[in-house]
C-alpha cells in the first residue's frame, strides 16, 4: 500500500504515533498507532489527497501534524524527502471561519503577505490577482460580516494560497454550508486546484461523495487506534463537474469506501 515510486516525495509518515496521558485512568490513550502514509507529487498536476474515517480516529491530527502545529509522540515525519523543520511552512483552511472581522476581504488576503514584508506594489499585484481567481472580485472592500459562509471561505482559501503555494491542508471547511453552497464549494476547490501550479492539497472529511469527487487518491482511516487501512485511487477524469457524480464509476466508489469504513 505505502509502496514509494519514482515520484518525487512531498509529505512521509514514519511509524508515527500520538498518545496522550489520562489522569482519571493512569495511563496513555493511543490515538494513533505506527502511522505510515506517502504522498507523492505527480509532477505538473500535484497531489489532491482526501483522508476519510469517521469522527476521533486522528484525521485532524494528521493535518496538525504536518503543519507543524502538533509534534508526535514518536515517529518521524518527512518533508520533500527530509526531517520536517520549523522552517516549513503549510497553510491550512478549518471548519470555522478563520478571517479577521477587523479587516476587509482584501486586508485578510494581504494578511499574510505583509506579515513577510513583500513590498506593497507585489502584495497589491498578487491580492488583487488571488481575489479575482477565487470570484470575490467586487468585494474586496466587505468585511466578513458582510459575506455568505462560502465566501469567507474563499478568503481563508486566497489567503492561505498566498501564504504557501505548495502544500494546502483543509479541515472540512464546508462542514457549516447548507447543502447547495456545500456542492458548489465543492466545484469551486477542484477546478481552482486544477487552475494552481503543483499544488499538494490534503483534505479531511467525512462525507463520502465528497471525497470522491475531490480526490485524486482517499486515504481510509481505521480508529481505535487512528491508522491508515485502505489507500483507494480514483480514477476520474482530471476536469469534473456535478455530471460526473451520476456516472457509474463514481457510485461504484462511493459503495467502495463504505464498504471500507463499514468493515472497521
Known amino acids: 500500500m505505502f509502496e514509494n515510486t519514482y515520484l518525487p516525495d512531498v509529505i512521509e509518515f514514519k511509524n508515527v504515533c500520538q498518545s496522550y496521558y489520562d489522569p482519571k485512568r493512569k495511563q496513555n490513550n493511543v490515538v494513533i498507532k505506527d502511522m505510515n502514509l506517502l504522498i507523492e507529487d505527480k509532477p505538473g498536476q500535484g497531489q489532491f489527497v482526501v483522508i476519510l474515517g469517521k469522527s476521533g480516529c486522528g484525521k485532524s491530527t494528521i493535518l496538525r501534524h504536518i503543519a507543524g502545529l502538533q509534534q508526535p509522540t ?10 520536517r523543520t520549523r522552517d516549513f511552512k503549510a497553510s491550512m483552511i478549518f471548519q470555522r471561519y478563520s478571517s479577521f472581522p477587523w479587516l476587509t476581504v482584501y486586508g485578510n488576503v494581504e494578511f499574510g503577505l505583509k506579515l513577510t514584508q513583500a513590498p506593497e506594489k507585489e502584495r497589491k499585484e498578487r ?90 487518491e482517499v486515504w481510509v482511516m481505521g480508529a481505535n487506534p487512528g491508522r ?8 476520474l477524469p482530471m476536469e469534473r463537474s456535478k455530471d460526473i457524480k451520476r456516472s457509474q464509476a463514481f457510485i461504484d466508489y462511493v459503495y467502495q469506501l463504505e464498504d471500507r469504513l463499514y468493515e472497521n
Open 127 to 216: 491580492v488583487t490577482k488571488m481575489i479575482e481567481t477565487v470570484g470575490l472580485t467586487g468585494h474586496e472592500n466587505k468585511y466578513p460580516s458582510e459575506l455568505s459562509g462560502g465566501q469567507q471561505q474563499r478568503v481563508a482559501i486566497a489567503r492561505s494560497l498566498l501564504c504557501n503555494a505548495h502544500v494546502l491542508l483543509v479541515d472540512e471547511p464546508f462542514s457549516a454550508l447548507d447543502i447547495k453552497t456545500r456542492l458548489g464549494m465543492q466545484e469551486f476547490l477542484r477546478s481552482l486546484w486544477m487552475t494552481m501550479d503543483n499544488i499538494t492539497v490534503i483534505m479531511v472529511t467525512h462525507d463520502i461523495p465528497e471525497a470522491v469527487y475531490l480526490a485524486d
Open 228 to 235: 491508515i487501512i485502505d489507500r483507494i485511487p480514483i480514477n
Open 74 to 83: 514518536s515517529g518521524e515525519i518527512l518533508i520533500n524527502g527530509k526531517p
